[in-house]
């Protein structure tokens, strides 16, 4: 089953999971871990993204954030690319550093981001990096430290966490950490971090009890939220894909491009917007690309929605497409 366009959704909060390639290490010194962060900085002022919640790993970052005029894309693009470059400069390597595709799931924020907060926050603890929450709370590495006020990173918006706690500033940081700690004996919450389509539906339990009772549930791999929530959202991305279908130069749209390539290659519709591989829909999907691109000055992620894949397999389409040709 090919991997759908991410949503990037404006407003909307999302949990981003970044990943060395291979499970390699993306950090391999503190001075690795204070220029992500420094430049993480600088790309979510400039964005007017809200970080809520983040860590660093030995070879993997968690990021919670919510979304700025511009989405999500521009922003991670930066970082990764700048961070790669950096570290592959500094390490005298080449190649890729992470994993091609970052994992991003837009949230249902009323439901779940203080458990993401938490959850993100205490990944160290977890793994053993560290033993106790004290340690945690002076821990560099996470944005804890930064809501405890033991660490300065002004871009973290810690002022709307504490704001779920309490009105006063103290006691609200109190109550924070306690809210913390009592999510140690939790352990791993597979619904926060993965599980398939199943992360859609509010929760393990409501989705096997509906099975149970023989009802079908709203799901999607892409969103972590209940199923109105769920249904909310996918019209919303369908309402912004119908207007990128709009897009019009010389009376001429990406519906008439796809028309005109799926008549030429006499492929379906459907087989196309579906991931097929096969040989002529690839090639039908590349022409589409190429002439969304050059004729209606669409965006690569704009392509990718229409075309139902990520902006990825579009760049790889049109690489192959200058190869052959």
């Known amino acids: 089953m090919p991997r759908q366009a991410r949503l990037d959704v404006y407003g909307a909060l999302h949990h981003i999971m970044i990943r060395g390639i291979n499970k390699s290490d993306i950090f391999l010194d503190a001075e690795d871990r204070q220029k992500f962060l420094d430049r993480l900085g600088l790309n979510v002022t400039d964005s007017g993204c809200h970080i809520y919640a983040w860590t660093l790993m030995d070879n993997h970052v968690h990021l919670l954030f919510k979304s700025g005029e511009h989405g999500i894309s521009s922003v991670m693009r930066k970082q990764l690319t700048w961070y790669a470059m950096y570290f592959n400069r500094k390490y005298k390597r080449t190649g890729h550093l992470f994993e091609n595709r970052y994992k991003s799931i837009l949230c249902e924020e009323d439901k779940y981001l203080l458990a993401l907060v938490r959850y993100i926050h205490l990944n160290p603890l977890r793994a053993g990096i560290i033993k106790t929450m004290k340690e945690l709370d002076s821990y560099l590495w996470t944005g804890h430290s930064t ?16 704001a779920q706690f309490g009105t006063n500033l103290e006691k609200a940081r109190t109550n924070y950490r306690k809210f913390v700690e009592e999510g140690v004996a939790l352990g791993r919450v597979p619904e926060l971090t993965g599980g398939g389509l199943l992360r859609s539906n509010g929760g393990w339990s409501e989705v096997t009890s509906m099975k149970r009772r023989g009802q079908k549930h709203d799901s999607d791999e892409r969103i972590l939220g209940g199923s ?26 990406i519906v008439d491009i796809i028309n005109e390539q799926c008549a030429v290659f006499g492929v379906d519709k459907i087989a196309l917007k579906s991931g097929s591989r ?4 690839s090639r039908a999907r590349a ?3 190429k002439k ?12 990718a929605r229409c075309l139902g894949v990520n902006t990825s397999a579009v760049k790889k389409a ?3 497409l200058e190869v052959n040709d």
Do not use: G, H, P
């Open 147 to 162: 809501i405890m006020d033991r660490s300065n990173n002004e871009w973290m918006d810690t002022y709307y966490v504490l």
């Open 228 to 253: 109105d929530f769920v249904n909310r959202t996918l019209e919303e991305a369908d309402d912004k894909e119908r207007r990128q279908l709009n897009i019009k130069r010389d009376d001429r749209s």
């Open 278 to 281: 096969q040989r002529k829909v």
């Open 287 to 289: 022409i589409i690309a």
């Open 292 to 303: 969304c691109k050059e004729e209606l000055k669409m965006t690569l992620a704009d392509i």
């Open 318 to 320: 049109l690489k192959r």
